[in-house]
């Protein structure tokens, strides 16, 4: 399999497989792990320039995601749903936690148990669109029409 990683990375248009998602989210993953390590060792200087390092890293996951969305034929408007909802929830749960009530903030944090299973069985585990949808020709195509491979 060759990746086009400028596309892969920094396009919004197109389809992505779900083996092309996860590599993505893990080379992200990966690059994230490097730049909040950099950051935590990282005096006020080189604090700015790996915020745009993050911003780029976002930026990526989100075209990632959205081309992954395409391939399942749905809108890049459901990353609002899934990831972003999901990292909403997170956001408020951690500056909220000491002022919600108990039974509050389990609910929380099940419903965003609930997006992030759901984000992860929609994105990587569902297969994309058999046929050409409205986001493109099916990207796994060629691999179905030829046994070989």
């Known amino acids: 399999m060759q990746i086009n990683w400028p596309h892969l990375l920094l396009s919004t248009s197109g389809r992505i497989t779900r083996t092309e998602w996860w590599i993505g989210c893990i080379v992200l993953l990966i690059v994230f792990g490097i730049a ?3 950051n935590w060792l990282a005096g006020i200087s080189l604090a700015v320039v ?3 390092v993050f911003l780029l890293i976002l930026y990526c996951a989100l075209a990632v995601t959205v081309k992954r969305l395409h391939d399942r034929d749905r809108r890049g408007w459901w990353i609002l749903m899934f990831p972003l909802g999901f990292v909403v ?3 408020v749960l951690s500056t909220l ?3 919600l009530d108990p039974m509050l903030y389990y ?3 099940a419903l965003t148990l609930i997006i992030a299973a759901a984000a992860v069985a929609e994105l990587g585990l569902r297969p994309g669109t058999a046929a050409t949808n409205r986001y493109g020709a099916d990207p796994l195509a060629k691999v179905r029409s030829d046994p070989r491979q």
């Open 36 to 38: 909040a390590a950099l």
């Open 50 to 52: 790996l915020l745009f």
């Open 89 to 91: 929830l997170v956001s």
């Open 97 to 99: 936690s000491e002022y």
């Open 107 to 109: 609910a929380l944090l």
